[in-house]
């Protein structure tokens, strides 16, 4: 999705480093949520350990936002950042407490050698 979607310049960014950071820190705080909006098969391919799917253009990601707790923190993923970043500012616009772009997506996660999954993972 384009950078000039509303809301996307109040999207808080990390780089994959800062990332990988963040999920080690929170990986156990039941209020994080490490949250995928690729494809099913995207997803199955490659993901990171832990994270939720919710397809951002598979239809099903208005319908769900509103199951999510706005008051969890979220980190984004998608394949290069474009579309996190994009669900980000729709979660934040819809009052999210914290929705974060993991910019470069996993494209930048897997350049720097950091450990991926494959197979399906539990939905949104």
Known sequence: ???GMPGQADVPEI???QARQYIAEKSSDSAFVLLDVRT???VAEAHIAGCVMLD???GEFLRQLPRLDPQKDYLLVCRSGNRSGYAAAVMLNLGFRRAVNMQ???L???RAGYDVESGGVESA
Do not use: H, R, S
């Open 104 to 106: 470069g997506g996993m």
């Open 108 to 110: 930048d996660w897997i």
């Open 1 to 3: 999705m384009a950078a």
């Open 15 to 17: 780089d994959v480093q």
């Open 40 to 42: 099913p098969a995207e």
């Open 56 to 58: 951002l253009n598979g």
